[in-house]
């Protein structure tokens, strides 16, 4: 009993001993679980704060990275835009160099616009042996001066760029090409072809980088160089009539034209030895510079050379069929007014310039538009032989003053010199349309007057008027209505 009593005892003290350890037991798995929460509670509101943290700096190391980026790559783009487009050092005006591309520039003017000009002597051969009408035989003068001058907005790019022996050297082949070609051409689509289209394409390639070169030399006496230059539009226009006139009786239209290929196989060789171009590259920029018809004056100036354009290559391929057909002038008498209308003008193709480069390049052309208008309504009173001796004189030296300033007047609104090429090649590819609708509107004209040349010559004298309007407008937006201002 005693040690029944005992065990009890003993039972009973150890029961509260394990409800005490139950109670602690249950306490720390309490607590433990109140850690666990609060930890966990802990981490879901430390987790956000350290993902904003790190968000943070990942922007800022992206932004600082961003930011280094932008300042190299502007720091390069400015390396390259300077180095592209630095402006180009001053011209020379003068020395043996500059003059050697004047020179060289003289003949590339014969070669390419003497041939040109020369057109209306073939414009007679060609109207009594083929079978179509004036007006379709003037097409082919049309599309050859057409030709030379549209593709001149590509390759003043070209020259701009550095490649003018490369640019050069395709176009006098494909002009001389052209020549030997059409020497065995008997019909119309033949000469087309030849004279027209291979000649013309020829021509262009190597004529606009030519007058380009000469402008890049000269600054103060730019004017005198480009007019000098341009005497050999004249002197070309008077020599191929003069050789065509003599070998064809002899010789044949076959070998007359050889002959003027071999000319000018000879000329375009040595322009190839000598000419060089002086400025580096321009290797980035527009082909088209589209700012520019954002200007007036440069808007003004286009359009006074495209007007009188339309005007004058009609009155030069038309001249010696007047003679002939209102006046009754045979072939060889009728080719003397060839002659006159190129060459009356290559004494004043100097004289302008030289007054331009004192006060300016359209305070000369704008008064030489004024009286070549004059001149050119004059035509309409002409009914007789010296009549039309004089008016081709005339109208040869108010046409050659304005041409001779063309290019000049183009480079004066111009104001890089690395972008003479461009903006030149512009204007004279606008000027290509005028060229090859002038000729074939004012035939038409004329055909459907019966014959007769009045309405035609009034539209002529009217385009030339619209012309000096432009050039007036231009002159007004650059310098306002003073006349005492050079410009």
Same mark, same amino acid.
């Given at each position: ?13 150890r029961r509260p001993a394990q409800n ?46 961003? *930011? ?5 790559? @502007? ?24 003059? #050697? ?22 414009? #007679? ?89 000469? @402008? ?16 050999? !539009? ?43 171009? *002086?400025?580096?590259?321009?290797? %980035? ?58 060459? &009356?003008?290559?004494?004043? *193709? ?25 001149? @050119? ?14 008016? #081709? ?29 461009? *903006? ?6 606008? !000027? ?15 055909? &459907? %007057? ?9 539209? @002529? ?16 937006n650059l310098v306002g209505w003073k ?5």
């Amino acid at each position: 009993m005693a040690s029944q009593e005992h065990k009890e005892l003993a039972e009973e003290k150890r029961r509260p001993a394990q409800n005490e350890t139950h109670e602690s037991g249950s306490n720390s798995s309490s607590y433990g679980d109140i850690d666990a929460i609060q930890h966990h509670v802990f981490e879901e509101e430390t987790e956000p704060t350290q993902k904003t943290e790190t968000r943070e700096k990942r922007g800022k190391a992206s932004e600082d990275i961003r *930011r280094t980026t932008s300042n190299v790559l @502007a720091q390069v783009a400015s390396r390259m835009t300077t180095r592209t487009w630095q402006e180009p050092p001053p011209p020379p005006d003068g020395g043996m160099k500059a003059w #050697t591309q004047v020179a060289m520039g003289w003949l590339v003017i014969f070669t390419t616009w003497g041939w040109v000009n020369s057109f209306g002597s073939f414009q #007679t051969i060609y109207s009594s042996t083929l079978p179509q009408s004036p007006s379709t035989i003037s097409w082919i003068g049309s599309v050859q001066i057409w030709f030379c001058l549209f593709i001149s907005v590509f390759v003043g790019r070209l020259f701009d760029a550095g490649l003018f022996l490369p640019t050069f050297l395709v176009g006098a082949i494909i002009q001389v090409l052209g020549m030997f070609l059409m020497s065995i051409s008997t019909q119309y689509w033949s000469l087309m072809l030849t004279q027209g289209v291979l000649t013309g394409i020829g021509s262009g390639i190597f004529f606009t980088p030519s007058l380009a070169l000469v @402008a890049t030399y000269f600054s103060k006496r730019r004017g005198l160089a480009i007019g000098l230059t341009t005497t050999g !539009n004249s002197a070309g226009g008077m020599i191929y009539p003069v050789v065509v006139r003599q070998l064809l009786p002899t010789l044949g239209f076959a070998w007359t034209a050889r002959v003027l290929a071999f000319i000018n196989l000879a000329c375009l060789s040595v322009v190839f030895a000598f000419m060089r171009p *002086r400025l580096p590259p321009r290797k %980035s920029g527009p082909i088209i510079d589209f700012a520019a018809f954002r200007e007036l004056a440069f808007d003004g100036v286009a359009g006074g050379i495209f007007a009188t354009s339309m005007a004058n290559y009609f009155t030069f391929y038309y001249i010696a069929s007047f003679g002939r057909e209102a006046l009754g002038l045979s072939y060889s008498s009728a080719s003397i007014l060839v002659i006159l209308i190129n060459g &009356a003008g290559i004494i004043f *193709r100097v004289i302008p310039p030289i007054i331009a480069d004192r006060i300016g390049p359209i305070n000369v052309i704008t008064p030489v538009t004024f009286i070549w208008v004059i001149v @050119a309504f004059c035509w309409l009173a002409v009914d007789n032989v010296p009549g039309s001796y004089v008016f #081709t004189c005339f109208y040869g030296i108010f046409s050659g003053s304005f041409q001779c300033l063309v290019a000049t007047v183009i480079s004066s609104i111009t104001k890089r010199l690395d972008m003479i090429g461009t *903006r030149i090649g512009m204007i004279f590819s606008i !000027n290509s349309f005028a060229t090859l609708l002038g000729p074939p509107i004012g035939g038409a004209i004329q055909a &459907a %007057s019966g014959g007769k040349y009045t309405g035609a010559q009034v539209w @002529a004298a009217v385009m030339t008027a619209i012309g000096l309007v432009c050039l007036i407008t231009a002159r007004v937006n650059l310098v306002g209505w003073k006349i005492l201002v050079r410009c």
